[in-house]
């Protein structure tokens, strides 16, 4: 078990290990990354970096990969403690109505706690960064040594609140949040829940200020009937709460065109059902998306058009979703892991090369978060973001045998920091 220490950080000094992966770069047997401040200075093999640094300190790390912490595209920490509360339900709108009587139920208390709890888990299991979806504003930022990049959640269809003051409300709490130096932006929940001006106003305000938007969109066969067709569970059930005119146009990712929402600074979540001209229209607007493997199993939803996507060089990115939407082993409630995503990515496509599945949950997530260059990487000038795992293979075994890590990570460094501190 990894002891966590609050920020154990040197001013400069050399980490060796049996194993560094840079990800853009091959792996280096016997390699070696010189840590200054926050960032990393420089990655190489360690005969190298000693004649080149020799007076800084070493740390010997011994058997292990040390590789750039994971990035989490998406998460809802609020939701930890609902792991093991729901099975997979028979149809989506089901679960949509089951997540909202068990948020009525909570205190904000509750879910600062399990937002803790996740935070937590995924510092344990190899995540040091997470795009978090917040619809509780009141209880952000919390402590925690992970880098954050908080999306503020908004709907306006329950509350129906105009979409002037659900931005104004979201805009403030960001430039809270950024003034004390955590990563925010917006997150228009779904097509279904959101309206077309506010999703309109959210794609201009964003456009203007350069913030990341982040939406769930595409997802279930029901939402996709509901804005082709204009029926449906998810249609039946929001008829009387929203105006539905925007239904029986086209698709969801069609519906988001329309509102100018698709982008080069746009995260969208799921998109497992597509229309014809659905993939050139992300594609052509330099979107990411972001696939759930472990919720995406939950849900039994269409198969994720990964084909598709791929030929069209999309930017696909890898996420946990909520431990609302993921089943646990046994009687073992589920943990938010981005290595049981990596696998079970892995045992779903299979013959996708390692270190195409190890970019998803690095390299591509930070290009999504407007990030590249400076996490998911271990290259000079990135954050020094690093993580360790046991490691034993030979050189070219490496990249598969961390993607099928299972168990804790056995350090965990932020910012130049020790959050776990190898032992």
Not at 85 to 95: G, I, V
Request: net charge positive; proline share 7%.
């Amino acid at each position: 078990m990894p002891n966590s220490h609050p920020s154990i950080r040197n001013s400069q000094l050399i980490l060796r290990s049996r194993v560094v992966l840079p990800i853009r770069r091959p792996a280096l047997a016997d390699g070696a990354v010189v840590v200054s401040g926050k960032r990393i200075r420089a990655v190489g093999r360690w005969e190298v970096i000693r004649k080149e640094f020799p007076r800084l300190p070493v740390q010997d790390l011994g058997d292990v990969a040390l590789l750039p912490g994971l990035i989490n595209a998406h998460c809802h920490l609020e939701y930890t403690d609902l792991a093991g509360e729901f099975l997979p339900p028979r149809h989506f709108s089901d679960w949509l109505k089951l997540i909202v009587t068990a948020k009525g139920i909570r205190t904000d208390a509750d879910f600062a706690t399990a937002w803790q709890r996740g935070a937590a888990q995924l510092l344990h299991t190899g995540t040091t960064t997470v795009a978090d979806i917040v619809a509780l504003p009141d209880i952000q930022p919390q402590p925690t040594s992970l880098r954050v990049f908080s999306f503020l959640e908004m709907t306006g269809v329950k509350s129906k609140q105009p979409p002037t003051k659900i931005i104004a409300t979201a805009t403030a709490k960001i430039k809270s949040l950024r003034a004390q130096d955590r990563l925010a932006g917006f997150s228009p929940h779904a097509p279904y829940s959101t309206t077309p001006d506010l999703l309109r106003r959210t794609a201009q305000t964003a456009r203007r200020k350069r913030w990341c938007v982040t939406t769930h969109v595409a997802e279930s066969s029901e939402e996709f009937e509901m804005f082709t067709h204009a029926r449906g569970r998810i249609f039946d059930w929001l008829k009387t709460q929203r105006d539905s005119s925007d239904c029986g146009l086209g698709s969801p990712i069609q519906h988001l065109a329309r509102s100018g929402l698709l982008g080069a600074n746009f995260l969208a979540v799921h998109v497992n059902c597509l229309a014809p001209g659905d993939t050139a229209l992300l594609a052509r607007s330099n979107s990411s998306i972001v696939h759930c493997p472990r919720s995406h199993t939950f849900f039994g939803h269409p198969r994720f058009p990964l084909k598709e996507l791929k030929a069209a060089e999309i930017n696909i990115c890898l996420g946990t979703d909520s431990l609302a939407s993921i089943e646990g082993r046994g009687n073992k409630p589920p943990k938010l892991n981005m290595f049981s995503e990596l696998r079970s990515f892995a045992r779903k496509n299979p013959g996708t090369p390692a270190g195409t599945i190890l970019r998803m949950a690095t390299l591509n997530g930070a290009q999504a978060l407007g990030l590249a260059g400076r996490v998911g990487e271990i290259s000079p000038g990135a954050f020094a973001d690093l993580i360790t795992i046991p490691c034993r293979e030979k050189l070219a075994d490496v990249l598969e045998a961390a993607l099928h890590h299972r168990g804790e990570v056995t350090a965990s460094m932020v910012n130049g920091a020790w959050a776990i501190v190898p032992k």
